[in-house]
Protein backbone atom coordinates (compact mmCIF):
# COMPACT_ATOMS: atom_id res chain seq x y z
CA UNK A 1 0.00 0.00 0.00
CA UNK A 2 1.65 3.28 -0.80
CA UNK A 3 -0.52 5.12 1.25
CA UNK A 4 -0.25 9.08 0.19
CA UNK A 5 2.26 9.65 -2.50
CA UNK A 6 3.85 13.55 -3.47
CA UNK A 7 6.07 14.31 -5.83
CA UNK A 8 8.55 16.37 -6.30
CA UNK A 9 10.48 16.00 -2.77
CA UNK A 10 12.27 18.95 -3.75
CA UNK A 11 11.87 22.17 -6.10
CA UNK A 12 13.36 25.40 -6.62
CA UNK A 13 11.84 27.77 -8.79
CA UNK A 14 11.97 31.62 -9.67
CA UNK A 15 10.26 34.60 -8.59
CA UNK A 16 6.87 34.15 -11.66
CA UNK A 17 7.58 30.62 -12.58
CA UNK A 18 4.18 28.24 -12.23
CA UNK A 19 4.39 24.57 -11.43
CA UNK A 20 2.21 21.60 -9.95
CA UNK A 21 2.88 19.82 -6.81
CA UNK A 22 1.29 16.00 -7.42
CA UNK A 23 -0.63 14.24 -4.70
CA UNK A 24 -2.12 10.79 -5.01
CA UNK A 25 -3.97 8.48 -2.93
CA UNK A 26 -4.41 4.77 -3.20
CA UNK A 27 -6.98 4.51 0.03
CA UNK A 28 -10.13 5.62 -1.87
CA UNK A 29 -10.34 8.77 0.91
CA UNK A 30 -12.68 10.87 0.25
CA UNK A 31 -11.13 13.82 2.20
CA UNK A 32 -7.84 15.54 1.01
CA UNK A 33 -5.81 18.53 1.63
CA UNK A 34 -2.85 20.61 1.49
CA UNK A 35 -1.08 22.33 4.38
CA UNK A 36 2.00 24.61 4.22
CA UNK A 37 4.17 24.04 6.76
CA UNK A 38 6.02 27.18 8.04
CA UNK A 39 8.52 27.59 11.34
CA UNK A 40 7.15 29.01 14.33
CA UNK A 41 2.91 28.88 12.06
CA UNK A 42 2.13 25.58 12.35
CA UNK A 43 0.57 23.66 9.59
CA UNK A 44 -1.87 25.96 7.79
CA UNK A 45 -4.66 24.62 5.21
CA UNK A 46 -4.43 25.91 2.07
CA UNK A 47 -7.30 23.91 0.35
CA UNK A 48 -9.37 21.16 0.73
CA UNK A 49 -11.53 18.82 -0.56
CA UNK A 50 -14.45 16.23 0.13
CA UNK A 51 -14.64 14.13 -2.86
CA UNK A 52 -14.25 14.55 -6.95
CA UNK A 53 -15.46 17.34 -8.10
CA UNK A 54 -15.56 19.27 -4.65
CA UNK A 55 -12.77 21.75 -3.42
CA UNK A 56 -12.93 24.35 -0.98
CA UNK A 57 -10.75 27.20 0.52
CA UNK A 58 -8.87 27.08 3.43
CA UNK A 59 -6.37 29.66 5.64
CA UNK A 60 -4.46 30.54 3.12
CA UNK A 61 -5.30 30.10 -0.07
CA UNK A 62 -4.54 32.93 -2.36
CA UNK A 63 -2.30 32.54 -4.95
CA UNK A 64 -2.63 28.40 -5.16
CA UNK A 65 -5.27 26.48 -7.01
CA UNK A 66 -6.81 22.73 -6.60
CA UNK A 67 -9.01 20.51 -8.55
CA UNK A 68 -10.09 17.10 -8.02
CA UNK A 69 -11.08 15.35 -10.89
CA UNK A 70 -10.86 11.84 -9.29
CA UNK A 71 -10.83 10.37 -6.29
CA UNK A 72 -7.08 9.50 -5.87
CA UNK A 73 -5.59 12.57 -7.18
CA UNK A 74 -5.58 16.10 -5.70
CA UNK A 75 -2.68 18.18 -7.24
CA UNK A 76 -1.53 21.71 -5.65
CA UNK A 77 -1.07 24.69 -8.60
CA UNK A 78 1.08 27.62 -7.87
CA UNK A 79 0.68 29.65 -10.92
CA UNK A 80 3.22 32.36 -10.04
CA UNK A 81 5.47 31.93 -7.69
CA UNK A 82 6.51 34.06 -5.03
CA UNK A 83 9.41 34.08 -2.16
CA UNK A 84 6.41 34.02 0.59
CA UNK A 85 5.46 30.74 -0.70
CA UNK A 86 8.68 28.94 0.12
CA UNK A 87 7.64 25.96 2.28
CA UNK A 88 7.06 22.68 3.29
CA UNK A 89 4.17 21.66 1.59
CA UNK A 90 2.22 18.17 2.70
CA UNK A 91 -0.48 16.86 0.96
CA UNK A 92 -3.31 14.55 3.66
CA UNK A 93 -6.20 12.65 3.36
CA UNK A 94 -8.18 11.04 5.28
CA UNK A 95 -12.14 8.95 5.18
CA UNK A 96 -14.98 11.57 5.77
CA UNK A 97 -17.16 10.65 8.24
CA UNK A 98 -19.83 9.48 5.46
CA UNK A 99 -17.47 6.67 4.75
CA UNK A 100 -17.01 5.72 8.53
CA UNK A 101 -14.39 8.36 9.53
CA UNK A 102 -11.76 7.15 11.90
CA UNK A 103 -10.68 11.14 11.96
CA UNK A 104 -7.07 10.15 11.24
CA UNK A 105 -4.80 12.24 8.31
CA UNK A 106 -2.73 10.04 6.65
CA UNK A 107 0.44 12.48 5.43
CA UNK A 108 2.71 12.37 2.53
CA UNK A 109 6.29 12.51 2.97
CA UNK A 110 6.60 16.07 2.27
CA UNK A 111 7.45 18.76 -0.94
CA UNK A 112 10.14 21.63 -0.09
CA UNK A 113 9.48 24.45 -2.28
CA UNK A 114 12.34 27.26 -2.73
CA UNK A 115 10.96 30.05 -4.56
CA UNK A 116 14.24 32.70 -5.59
CA UNK B 1 -14.38 29.46 11.80
CA UNK B 2 -12.66 26.92 14.20
CA UNK B 3 -9.04 27.94 15.32
CA UNK B 4 -6.33 26.65 17.35
CA UNK B 5 -4.12 27.89 20.11
CA UNK B 6 -0.94 26.15 21.48
CA UNK B 7 0.59 28.49 23.94
CA UNK B 8 3.81 26.42 24.06
CA UNK B 9 6.08 27.14 21.60
CA UNK B 10 9.61 25.37 23.22
CA UNK B 11 9.55 22.96 26.04
CA UNK B 12 12.55 21.51 28.09
CA UNK B 13 12.07 18.81 30.19
CA UNK B 14 14.91 16.16 31.63
CA UNK B 15 13.85 12.21 30.96
CA UNK B 16 11.61 10.78 33.86
CA UNK B 17 9.57 14.49 33.86
CA UNK B 18 5.92 14.45 33.45
CA UNK B 19 4.76 16.27 30.43
CA UNK B 20 1.54 18.70 29.58
CA UNK B 21 0.91 20.22 26.53
CA UNK B 22 -1.72 23.12 26.55
CA UNK B 23 -4.39 23.48 23.91
CA UNK B 24 -7.14 25.44 23.14
CA UNK B 25 -9.77 25.59 20.69
CA UNK B 26 -12.10 27.93 19.63
CA UNK B 27 -15.63 26.94 18.24
CA UNK B 28 -19.15 26.37 19.49
CA UNK B 29 -20.18 23.40 18.25
CA UNK B 30 -19.23 19.81 18.30
CA UNK B 31 -15.93 19.02 17.50
CA UNK B 32 -13.46 16.14 17.09
CA UNK B 33 -10.22 16.70 18.56
CA UNK B 34 -6.64 15.18 17.59
CA UNK B 35 -2.72 15.56 18.80
CA UNK B 36 -0.42 14.49 16.50
CA UNK B 37 3.68 14.42 16.40
CA UNK B 38 6.40 14.87 14.21
CA UNK B 39 10.03 13.29 14.67
CA UNK B 40 12.34 14.83 13.66
CA UNK B 41 12.74 14.68 9.38
CA UNK B 42 9.70 12.82 9.38
CA UNK B 43 5.60 13.39 8.49
CA UNK B 44 2.81 13.88 10.92
CA UNK B 45 1.29 11.07 12.90
CA UNK B 46 -1.88 10.75 14.90
CA UNK B 47 -1.29 10.60 18.80
CA UNK B 48 -4.91 10.54 19.39
CA UNK B 49 -8.12 11.44 18.93
CA UNK B 50 -11.40 12.88 20.76
CA UNK B 51 -14.80 12.21 19.14
CA UNK B 52 -17.34 11.95 21.95
CA UNK B 53 -17.70 9.24 25.01
CA UNK B 54 -15.26 9.28 28.00
CA UNK B 55 -13.17 12.76 27.81
CA UNK B 56 -9.97 11.36 29.20
CA UNK B 57 -8.48 9.48 26.11
CA UNK B 58 -5.28 7.44 25.90
CA UNK B 59 -3.39 7.24 22.76
CA UNK B 60 -0.33 5.84 21.46
CA UNK B 61 3.57 5.53 23.38
CA UNK B 62 1.47 6.32 26.97
CA UNK B 63 0.23 9.77 25.75
CA UNK B 64 -2.94 10.68 27.29
CA UNK B 65 -5.50 13.85 26.67
CA UNK B 66 -7.92 15.10 28.47
CA UNK B 67 -11.29 17.17 26.55
CA UNK B 68 -12.35 20.09 29.15
CA UNK B 69 -15.41 21.49 27.05
CA UNK B 70 -16.02 24.33 29.72
CA UNK B 71 -12.92 25.53 29.31
CA UNK B 72 -12.31 25.02 25.16
CA UNK B 73 -9.07 22.82 25.90
CA UNK B 74 -7.53 19.52 25.33
CA UNK B 75 -4.34 19.52 27.27
CA UNK B 76 -1.39 16.39 26.07
CA UNK B 77 -0.16 14.45 29.25
CA UNK B 78 2.66 12.34 29.62
CA UNK B 79 3.61 11.33 33.23
CA UNK B 80 7.21 10.21 32.08
CA UNK B 81 9.17 11.74 28.79
CA UNK B 82 11.64 9.63 27.23
CA UNK B 83 14.44 11.22 25.06
CA UNK B 84 12.82 9.38 22.29
CA UNK B 85 9.70 12.03 22.36
CA UNK B 86 11.52 14.63 21.04
CA UNK B 87 9.55 16.04 18.58
CA UNK B 88 6.73 18.58 17.37
CA UNK B 89 3.26 18.10 18.76
CA UNK B 90 0.29 19.50 16.85
CA UNK B 91 -3.01 20.06 18.48
CA UNK B 92 -5.74 20.47 15.91
CA UNK B 93 -9.70 20.26 15.34
CA UNK B 94 -12.43 20.01 12.88
CA UNK B 95 -16.46 20.52 13.04
CA UNK B 96 -18.21 17.53 13.97
CA UNK B 97 -20.08 17.07 10.51
CA UNK B 98 -19.62 14.77 7.64
CA UNK B 99 -17.63 16.85 5.24
CA UNK B 100 -15.22 19.47 7.68
CA UNK B 101 -12.03 20.72 7.42
CA UNK B 102 -9.07 20.21 10.07
CA UNK B 103 -7.23 22.95 11.60
CA UNK B 104 -4.22 22.83 13.35
CA UNK B 105 -2.18 24.67 16.22
CA UNK B 106 1.22 26.48 15.86
CA UNK B 107 3.18 23.60 17.42
CA UNK B 108 4.87 22.88 20.01
CA UNK B 109 8.88 21.73 20.12
CA UNK B 110 9.67 19.55 22.86
CA UNK B 111 13.32 18.68 23.56
CA UNK B 112 13.96 16.11 26.13
CA UNK B 113 17.21 16.36 27.89
CA UNK B 114 19.03 12.84 28.51
Known amino acids: NAGVTQTPKFQVLKTGQSMTLQCAQDMNHEYMSWYRQDPGMGLRLIHY???????DQGEVPNGYNVSRSTTEDFPLRLLSAAPSQTSVYFC???????????????FGEGSRLTVL | AQSVSQHNHHVILSEAASLELGCNYSYGGTVNLFWYVQYPGQHLQLLLKYFSGDPLVKGIKGFEAEFIKSKFSFNLRKPSVQWSDTAEYFC????????????FGSGTRLSIRP
Open chain 2, 92 to 103: AVSRYSSASKII
Open chain 1, 49 to 55: SVGAGIT
Open chain 1, 92 to 106: ASSYTARQGNTGELF
